[in-house]
C-alpha cells in the first residue's frame, strides 16, 4: 500500500513542493536558534550589570555608613552612654535612612545600650566578628551576612569605634545594612517579569530574596545547582538551570564585595527562561505559522497545478496507449502538439498510431483481397480432378476439396483440423505432420509420400506437395497444396489384412 501510494505521480509532486521547502524552514530554524543566541546573553548581559551594580551600591553603601558613623561617635549623647537621649536620637535618624535595619551602640563588653529599633530584655553583640574586630582594630570594620538579632532581618553589620580621652575604646557604634534595598534595586530595573535576585551566604543560606523574602529568608539551599556553581567558582559566572522555585532561569551571579573575613555572599540574577526568549519565541511562532501557509498554498497550488498541467496530459497519454494495446488503432491522445516534453511525446504517439492504423487498414485491405482469392481459389479447386488442400501455419487442414471426398468418402468438415490424419496409414501419421510441420518452421516447401485409405478400405500410396503461402510483410499465412499424385501400382492392404 505504501509502494502504491508512493508511485502515484501527484504524491511525488508534492513530496518534491515539500522538499523544495525544507531548507527555507532549516534556514529558519538556524535563526531562531541564532536569535536565541543573542538572547541569551543580552538577557544575560543585562543581569550581570544589574548584578554589579548591585555589587558597586553595596560598597557606596558602606562608605556611606562610615561617614555616618564618625559623625554619630562625636554626638554627646553616645559619648555619654546616655541610652534614652541616644536611643531616641537613632529612632529619628532611622526615619532618614531606610537602607539601615538599625541604628545603636554598645559598651566595650557587647551590652547593646542604645538602638533606634526597641527590644525586650538584654541584647549583647560581644560575639559578632565585626564588634570584635572594632575593638580590637579601634577602626572601621564589616561583618557577614547574618540575621539581627534584634531586627531578624538580613544585614550586613558594620561597627565603629567610640574612643575616650585616653584612645581606649568607650563604645561601638554599630549600623545593621538592610539588604531589602536589593529588592528595590530589583524592582526599578528594566528586567523581565518574574525576575528574582536572591543573597545567599557562603553557607547557603539565603540572606535576602525577591519576591516573596518570608518565604525564602533564613533557608538554606547548599544543594542547589546556581547556588553551588557560585561557591566553587567564587567570582562572577552565568548558568541555566531551575531556580529555588523550580522554575527554569538564566542566572549571574556575583561576590557582594563588602564584607571581610573568610565567608563570602554573592547576589544572584534570575531570569525565567520563557521572559528571555519571549519575543523570539513570537517571532519564530509567527515564522512558524508562515511558513505552514506558504507550504498549504504551495502544495495546493503544485495539487490543483499538476492535474491540469501534468496528471491530465499523462493520463490521456496512459489511456490512448491501453487503447492501442487493446486494438484500438483510432486512439489519440487529443493533446496539442506543442514543443513541451508532453507535447513531443504525444506528437510521437499519435504518430505512432497513426502509422499502426494505417497499416492495420493494410492489414485489413489485404486480409479481404485474401480471402476474395481464397475464395475463389476453394471454387476453383472443388473443380479439380486431384485432392487439393489448404493449411494453417501449424499444418493442420483447413480445406479440402470435393475430390477428398470422392476419393477417402470422409467430408471435409469430418477431415478439418488433425482430422485428416485418421485416414493416413497408421505407421505414416507421425512422419506425415512431423515433415509438414518441419517445413512450416523453415517456411519452405515440402514434399511428402504416405499411404491414404479410400472410400473402399484400400490403401494408396499419394505424394503430397506443399507451397507456403506469405504474406508481403513475410508472415506466413499457411501452406496450399496438392495430393492428387497417386502412385500407380497395387493396393496396399490396410491394418486388418495385415
Not at 180 to 195: G, Q, T
Request: proline share 5%; aromatic share 8%; hydrophobic share 40%.
Amino acid at each position: 500500500m505504501t509502494r502504491s501510494f508512493l508511485s502515484s505521480l501527484r504524491v511525488r509532486l508534492l513530496l518534491l513542493v515539500l522538499l523544495a521547502l525544507i531548507p527555507a524552514r532549516g534556514l529558519g530554524i538556524y535563526t531562531a536558534w541564532e536569535m536565541r543566541k543573542g538572547a541569551r546573553a543580552e538577557a544575560l548581559q543585562d543581569a550581570m550589570r544589574l548584578a554589579r551594580i548591585a555589587s558597586t551600591a553595596g560598597e557606596r553603601l558602606v562608605e556611606g555608613t562610615h561617614q555616618i558613623l564618625i559623625v554619630l561617635a562625636r554626638l554627646p549623647e553616645v559619648r555619654r552612654q546616655n541610652a534614652s537621649a541616644c536611643s531616641a536620637l537613632f529612632t529619628d535618624l532611622l526615619k532618614s535612612y531606610p537602607y539601615y535595619s538599625n541604628l545603636g551602640a554598645a559598651k566595650p563588653n557587647g551590652e547593646v545600650f542604645c538602638s533606634a529599633v526597641t527590644y525586650e530584655g538584654i541584647a549583647n553583640i560581644g560575639d559578632r566578628t565585626y564588634f570584635q574586630r572594632a575593638v580590637a582594630r579601634r577602626d572601621f570594620t564589616t561583618g557577614e551576612y547574618q540575621i539581627g538579632r534584634i531586627t531578624g532581618k538580613a544585614v550586613v553589620n558594620l561597627g565603629y569605634p567610640v574612643l575616650d580621652g585616653a584612645g581606649q575604646v568607650a563604645a561601638v557604634l554599630f549600623a545593621g545594612l538592610d539588604l531589602s534595598w536589593l529588592n528595590r534595586l530589583l524592582a526599578e530595573s528594566r528586567l523581565p517579569e518574574h525576575s528574582t535576585i536572591t543573597v545567599v551566604d557562603g553557607a547557603g543560606q539565603v540572606l535576602a530574596r525577591y519576591p516573596e523574602p518570608e518565604k525564602w529568608v533564613g533557608k538554606f539551599f547548599p544543594d542547589a545547582p546556581f547556588i553551588r556553581a557560585a561557591i566553587y567558582q567564587q567570582g562572577e559566572g552565568t548558568l541555566e538551570g531551575p531556580g529555588l522555585d523550580g522554575t527554569p532561569r538564566l542566572y549571574t551571579f556575583t561576590p557582594l564585595r563588602f564584607g571581610e573575613g573568610e565567608k563570602f555572599a554573592y547576589v544572584y540574577i534570575g531570569i525565567p527562561r520563557d521572559s528571555a526568549f519571549a519575543k523570539v519565541n513570537q517571532i519564530d511562532t509567527r515564522s512558524l505559522v508562515g511558513f505552514g501557509g506558504v507550504l498549504v498554498f504551495a502544495l495546493l497550488v503544485a495539487g490543483i497545478g499538476s492535474k491540469g498541467l501534468i496528471l491530465r496530459p499523462v493520463t490521456a497519454l496512459v489511456q490512448t496507449m491501453r487503447r492501442l494495446g487493446a486494438g484500438d488503432r483510432s486512439a489519440r491522445t487529443g493533446l496539442p502538439h506543442s514543443s513541451s516534453e508532453i507535447g513531443r511525446l504525444a506528437a510521437a504517439l499519435d504518430e505512432m498510431a497513426g502509422g499502426l492504423e494505417a497499416r492495420q487498414m493494410g492489414v485489413y485491405r489485404m486480409t479481404g483481397q485474401l480471402q476474395e482469392c481464397e475464395e475463389r481459389f476453394r471454387r476453383l479447386a472443388d473443380r479439380a480432378p486431384t485432392m487439393v488442400w489448404l493449411s494453417g501455419p501449424d499444418g493442420l487442414r483447413t480445406f479440402f476439396n470435393r475430390a477428398w471426398l470422392d476419393y477417402t468418402g470422409r467430408t471435409p468438415a469430418e477431415a478439418m483440423g488433425s482430422g485428416w490424419l485418421d485416414s493416413l496409414h497408421p505407421d505414416d501419421r507421425e512422419a506425415c505432420l512431423h515433415a509438414c510441420l518441419a517445413a512450416s518452421a523453415a517456411r519452405q516447401e515440402f514434399r511428402v509420400e504416405y499411404r491414404l485409405r479410400r472410400a473402399d478400405g484400400t490403401y494408396h500410396r499419394i505424394l503430397d506437395t506443399g507451397i507456403p503461402r506469405v504474406l508481403p510483410d513475410g508472415s506466413l499465412v499457411g501452406y496450399v497444396g496438392s495430393g492428387g499424385g497417386v502412385i500407380q501400382g497395387a493396393p496396399t492392404a490396410g491394418p486388418s489384412s495385415g
